[in-house]
């Protein structure tokens, strides 16, 4: 049975850094493309960044570049999204989520295996 957590989460202030990780079991992450969405309260959910094979460049929503990072650490079977100069706007409950083949993101339907998510807060 496949399962993601996620931790990390929590309140900041505006300028702030979070570490946010997603955790797998029943799931190698290195085979699998691994993203991050969020949902605002009162918002849709969005897809904030994910990341591919070794050769491809991780994706980022345009409100969070050069602000976060994805990263994956295969010995570890984690995928962590390190975010920087937190906003405001930042805030809401991030998950995680894997695709089943690996392939090519042509739509958010890929990801099939979610996490429960984690709160980020940031506000002063």
């Known amino acids: 049975q496949v399962q993601l957590v996620e931790s990390g989460g929590g309140l900041v202030q505006p300028g702030g850094s979070l570490r946010l990780t997603c955790a797998a079991s029943g799931l190698t992450l290195d085979y699998h493309v691994v993203a991050w969405f969020r949902q605002a309260p009162g918002k849709e959910r969005e897809g904030v960044s994910y990341?591919?094979?070794?050769?491809?460049?991780?994706w980022y929503t345009d409100s969070v570049k050069g602000r976060f990072t994805i990263s994956r650490d295969n010995a570890k079977n984690t995928v962590s999204l390190q975010m920087n100069n937190l906003k405001p706007e930042d805030t809401g409950i991030y998950y995680c989520?894997?695709?089943?083949?690996?392939?090519?993101?042509?739509?958010?339907?890929?990801?099939?295996?979610w996490g429960q998510g984690t709160q980020v807060t940031v506000s002063s």
């Open positions: 989520a894997a695709d089943r083949s690996g392939g090519v993101v042509s739509s958010w339907a890929v990801f099939e295996f």
């Open positions: 990341i591919s094979g070794p050769d491809d460049d991780p």
